[in-house]
T-cell receptor, first 112, second 115 residues
Framework: DGGITQSPKYLFRKEGQNVTLSCEQNLNHDAMYWYRQDPGQGLRLIYY???????QKGDIAEGYSVSREKKESFPLTVTSAQKNPTAFYLC???????????FGQGTRLTVV | AQSVAQPEDQVNVAEGNPLTVKCTYS??????LFWYVQYPNRGLQFLLKYITGDNLVKGSYGFEAEFNKSQTSFHLKKPSALVSDSALYFC?????????????FGKGTKLSVIP
């Protein structure tokens, strides 16, 4: 099946720990995105990447880091510097950035 | 900078009645506009898009949207609502600048279809 796979679906993190969320796509899309969703705030862009080995900060990049070493993979690391990491994280991809984006099923991160 | 406004946090409609979910946008240049739907604890599903051409755009599950340039609006509509349409709906605008593209979302509108 073609699509975007996010893992894990649920993730628990202790305060002070870094954690990495996985996002893989087999759609051969060039562009990939990470969004954070909080109740009542819609989706906010964390990082995006138009091509391999290149990425840009979105609106709320502080406390997060990404890499884009392969076209199909765009992992997101939530670092200990992120003060309020509990949220629903969504990964998306689009063919070349100027078309509709397709989303994974999300990862719900909870800090315990 | 681009922005999207969804003025209603929640819309309630009776099953079988027409529904409208409102969206207005602000972007420089020609807008690329999208509607997505989200069911609980799931990702977003693409419904429809406006790039250019006919102002009335038809999409998935019987939804359509009307692009109005003078009112900078892109309202989502459906002639007859189903209970299964109950979900969270997001409007989005695509912005291009400095050789990159960003998709900006509204805050979402919760649609409840009452049996």
């Amino acid at each position: 099946d073609g699509g975007i796979t996010q893992s894990p679906k649920y993730l628990f993190r202790k305060e002070g720990q870094n954690v990495t969320l996985s996002c893989e796509q087999n759609l051969n899309h060039d562009a990939m995105y990470w969004y954070r969703q909080d109740p009542g705030q819609g989706l906010r862009l964390i990082y995006y990447s138009q091509i391999v080995n290149d990425f840009q900060k979105g609106d709320i990049a502080e406390g997060y880091s990404v890499s884009r070493e392969k076209k199909e993979s765009f992992p997101l690391t939530v670092t200990s510097a992120q003060k309020n990491p509990t949220a629903f994280y969504l990964c998306a991809s689009s063919q070349n950035g100027n078309t509709e984006a397709f989303f994974g099923q999300g990862t719900r991160l909870t800090v315990v | 900078a681009q922005s999207v406004a969804q003025p209603e946090d929640q819309v309630n409609v009776a099953e079988g009645n027409p529904l409208t979910v409102k969206c207005t946008y602000s972007v420089s240049g020609n807008p690329y506009l999208f509607w997505y739907v989200q069911y609980p604890n799931r990702g977003l599903q693409f419904l429809l898009k406006y790039i250019t051409g006919d102002n009335l755009v038809k999409g998935s599950y019987g939804f359509e949207a009307e692009f109005n340039k003078s009112q900078t609006s892109f309202h989502l509509k459906k002639p007859s609502a189903l209970v299964s349409d109950s979900a969270l709906y997001f409007c989005a605008v695509l912005y291009s600048g400095a050789g990159s593209y960003q998709l900006t979302f509204g805050k979402g509108t919760k649609l409840s279809v009452i049996p």
